[in-house]
C-alpha cells in the first residue's frame, strides 16, 4: 500500500502532548511521510494557569507562497486549531487550491466544548472557520463546535436521532462532503453521528465515557481516524477503531497525576492497529 504524504496544520506546545504534538507521532507510525505547519507555538495547555504563546501568522503568510514555488504538494492536509482569522483565510485558499490538484482536505474545526467557546474565539473566528469546512472532504467537530458552525442552539440534555441528522445535513450545507459528529448525546446515549457522502450512509456509533479529562484525546482521535481512511479503511470502521482505540488510552492512563499536559503517545503506538 502507497504511503501518503500528509500536511498537519495545527498548534505546537512545548510541554502538553496535544495538538501538533500528538498527531505527529500517530500518523509517522502508520508510515504516513508527515509535514507541519504550526499555527501558535504555546508552551503548555492553559488549564495549568500560566502560558506564554506566539502566533505565527507572519510565518504561514510567508511560508506558503514559498512551498507554492517549491511544488510541494500533499496527499493530505489535516487542519486544526487557527490562531487568527487571517489563518484561516490564507489556509483555506491554500487548501481550495491544493484540493484542485487532488488532495484530501480534513478540518478538525477547533473552537470550543461543553457548550462554549474557547476563551478567546470570537465569533468573526467562528465565520472562519466556517470557511475552513466549506473546503474539507471530511469535518469532524465536536457537539458544541458543530451547533456554532451551524448557529443551531445548544441542548444539554443532547438530541434525538433526527435532530442529529438535521445538525449533520445543517454542516453539510456549510460545503463540506462528509462530517462526524463527536462527543454528543443521542436518544440518551453518548454518541458519534456521521455522515458518509460516498455512499449517502448517515449512522451513529455508541461509547461508554470515562470519568476525568484528558487534554489532546481529540487530537488523538482525528490522527488514528486519519491514518486508517489513508489506509483504505472505510469512514464507519476508521471511526469505530479510532472510537475504541482512544478509549483504551484514556483507561491506561486514567490514574496519572497530571493529565492537563495529555498522554505520552510514543508508549502506546502499539495499541494503534
Not at 507521532?25 to 508527515?34: A, D, E, Q, V
Not at 499555527?39 to 506558503?64: E, H, P, Q, W
Not at 469532524?140 to 436521532?161: C, R, S
Not at 490522527?223 to 469505530?240: E, P, Y
Amino acid at each position: 500500500m502507497s504511503k501518503k504524504q500528509i500536511l498537519l496544520v495545527n498548534d505546537m506546545a512545548g510541554h502538553s502532548k496535544v495538538g501538533m504534538g500528538a498527531m505527529l507521532p500517530i500518523l509517522s507510525y502508520f508510515g504516513h511521510p508527515t509535514f507541519n505547519l504550526p499555527t501558535a507555538l504555546v508552551s503548555n495547555t492553559f488549564d495549568y494557569g500560566k502560558f506564554n504563546a506566539l502566533d505565527t501568522t507572519a510565518y504561514i503568510r510567508g511560508t506558503l507562497p514559498v512551498w507554492k514555488e517549491l511544488g510541494f504538494g500533499y496527499d493530505a492536509i489535516c487542519t486544526g486549531y487557527m490562531y487568527s482569522e487571517e489563518q484561516a483565510k490564507l489556509l483555506s485558499d491554500y487548501c481550495r487550491e491544493q484540493a484542485d490538484n487532488g488532495t484530501v482536505i480534513f478540518v478538525d474545526p477547533v473552537m470550543g466544548d461543553g457548550g462554549r467557546l474557547y476563551n478567546g474565539i470570537t465569533t468573526d473566528q467562528v465565520e472562519a472557520m466556517r470557511e475552513m469546512v466549506s473546503v474539507a472532504d471530511l469535518t469532524f467537530p465536536n457537539y458544541t463546535e458543530a451547533v456554532f458552525l451551524a448557529d443551531m442552539p445548544y441542548q444539554a440534555e443532547g438530541m434525538t436521532w433526527e435532530e442529529a441528522c438535521g445538525l449533520l445535513d445543517a454542516i453539510r450545507k456549510i460545503g463540506c462532503k462528509s462530517v462526524l459528529i463527536t462527543s454528543c448525546c443521542i436518544d440518551g446515549r453518548n454518541s458519534v453521528a456521521g455522515y458518509n457522502h460516498y455512499n449517502g450512509e448517515y449512522f451513529h456509533l455508541e461509547y461508554e465515557e470515562i470519568p476525568g479529562l484528558f487534554h489532546g484525546t481529540g487530537d488523538l482521535f482525528a490522527a488514528i481516524l486519519i491514518g486508517h481512511l489513508l489506509n483504505g479503511d472505510s469512514l464507519k470502521a476508521s471511526t469505530r477503531t479510532a472510537m475504541d482505540t482512544v478509549y483504551k488510552l484514556i483507561d491506561l492512563n486514567k490514574d496519572l497525576p497530571d493529565k492537563n499536559r495529555g498522554i505520552l503517545i510514543e508508549r502506546f503506538l502499539h495499541l494503534l492497529f
